[in-house]
């Protein structure tokens, strides 16, 4: 490549990670680098109203853009909208779908990850994982009666607090809601805002909304996923049911779909139908039916799944095993975010990190460490494109995440369930019955992790607390004692 010849880098994905990667090259351009991002889905999302509560913990909006309002204000990034289909390392270069070859210099695959989801064929089960989702849900919502809801993160956790007008059967394999990111005590906390009047939302909704055209959709088979949603996306989404009556939610514990059914299926087995303690529509004949693993069988009008992502890294390979994969099928990263592919490297849902983590952090699929992993990805390929060093970036040194649950700001520190600490650790709590819940992790007395709920205001004491390991075994469970301001004492 002659040294006139501009630089080519190609983002694929125009999720928060690819987006949050491109945005972050084209600040630290040097010369007259082309970005390009390739995206199959007609809209990007783009970080807005972002927002430092402390030094790791972040709040931000995600907006639905066109690539062309990307490209108007950055002038040295275009979009492409194509499907990538396969990468050629050995000639530098992307194939699309439609034949269209992009060569690159260098590449960061930011394809995220796909719903798993339960009976993919099944037209009365679907998964919730971007905006045209999103939509088919509020559509098969306005007719139903019961909608049965299978997973326990966070898009069941907050599907189950929005529906209204419509009775509501959640399926979960744990022994307490929402158990990906709160222990059972901060379930029990929640518990009682499974029914009746929702909290409502104030303010303005900031999300941009796009229509997009026919042509863009299609079936389950060969529709595009678009990028992940963010962290606002049932911000002023209507989910309301046919029915008229109050919030009606029974949760069915320790337990998964076995097998998802037809009405003929039942009536051949003769099998006895369930119904929920609300009883509200009993001896009814429903679209689909779900036999769960603790022998319940639920009819509904239709099935959520939402257990999760599986990462794409083994989408995207035109020779066989072109990536290491993890066991989780993530694109194995280093400390510099590159793959096993020289020039190639991995942001977002679609990577597993590989190095020695920080003793405080994990890796979790969740929309704050997409941006995260895109806008250090896109200073490493800086970095080596222009020969300079680089060292991890200091959001990896700690777990830190905020998000919503039941209209109250849940904050996650560090090893906030104990993950990795093998049981041998103690536990401080305090709890205001509808207003707060707090727990602490303490091993050999330094903090290990936190789960704030509520406003409580101790997020960057906690933090601190945290990172710097100081001995607390003195203060025991006077820490936790609202009469004592903690943030001045330890400020």
């Known amino acids: 490549m002659a040294s006139s010849d501009p630089v080519n880098i190609v983002v694929i994905g125009g999720g928060i990670a690819g987006v949050s990667c491109a945005e972050t090259m084209l600040s630290l ?45 950055c002038h040295n990034i275009r979009v492409v909208q194509e499907q990538v289909t396969s990468i050629d390392p050995t000639n530098h270069q992307i194939i699309t779908k439609t034949g269209r070859v992009l060569p690159y210099d260098k590449l960061c695959v930011c394809s995220g990850g796909t719903p798993k989801l339960i009976a993919r064929d099944n037209p009365n089960v679907i998964g919730i994982r971007d905006t045209e989702s999103v939509s088919q849900f509020q559509e098969k919502l306005s007719g139903a009666r019961r909608v049965l809801i299978v997973g326990n993160g966070g898009i069941a956790t907050e599907l189950v607090h929005e529906i209204e007008g419509c009775e509501v059967i959640w399926a979960i394999k744990d022994k307490s809601i929402s158990s990906t990111f709160v222990d059972a005590g901060a379930a029990e906390f929640f518990l009682p805002h499974l029914s009746g009047e929702k909290t409502v939302q104030e303010g303005p909704l900031k999300r941009l909304k796009y229509t997009v ?27 309301r049911g046919q029915s008229g009556s109050n919030r009606q939610v029974h949760v069915e514990y ?11 299926d039942v009536a051949e087995r003769n099998m006895d139908v369930s119904e929920p303690p609300s009883g509200a529509h009993t001896n009814t004949d429903w679209p689909v039916y779900a036999l769960l693993t603790n022998d319940e069988l639920y009819g509904c009008d239709f099935i959520v799944s939402a257990t999760g992502v599986v990462p794409n890294g083994h989408t995207l390979c035109s020779e066989e095993k072109l990536f290491k994969l993890a066991d989780d099928g993530g694109i194995v990263v280093d400390d510099h975010m590159r793959t096993n592919v ?14 020695d983590w ?44 905020v998000t919503k649950f039941f209209g109250y700001k849940v904050i996650l520190l560090g090893k906030f369930n104990g993950q990795g600490l093998d049981g041998e650790y103690d536990i401080l709590l305090r709890m205001t019955k509808g207003m707060e819940y707090i727990k602490v992790i303490l091993k050999d007395g330094r903090m290990q992790g936190a789960i704030l709920i509520g406003e409580t205001d101790l997020e960057e004491t906690f933090e601190n607390l945290i990172l710097n390991q100081l001995d607390l075994s003195r203060y025991g469970e006077d820490l936790l004692d609202p009469g004592i301001d903690i943030e001045d004492y330890f400020d």
């Not at 991002?37 to 030094?55: C, D, E, G, H, W």
């Not at 389950?220 to 049932?234: F, K, Q, V």
Request: hydrophobic share 35%.
């Open 213 to 239: 055209n026919e042509g863009s959709t299609g079936t389950a088979e060969n529709r595009l996923e678009g990028g992940a949603l963010g962290p606002d996306w049932s911000l002023g989404v209507p989910m």
């Open 29 to 73: 351009c040097k010369q007259s680098e082309l970005i390009t991002l390739v995206t199959a889905s007609p809209l990007i999302k783009a970080v807005t109203n972002f927002k430092q509560i402390s030094r790791r913990l972040e709040e931000f909006d995600i907006e639905e853009r066109t690539g062309a309002s990307l490209e108007g204000e």
């Open 254 to 264: 320790h337990c998964e779909i076995k097998e998802v059914l037809t009405r003929g």
């Open 358 to 401: 920080a003793q405080h952090w994990v890796q979790m699929r969740l929309w704050s460490q997409a941006r995260q992993m895109g806008c250090y990805s896109g200073q490493c390929i800086m970095a080596d494109l222009y020969g300079e060093t680089i060292t991890l970036d200091f959001c990896f040194e700690l777990f830190a995440h």
């Open 342 to 355: 020289e020039n190639v490297y991995a942001a977002g849902d679609v990577c597993s990190a590989s190095w």
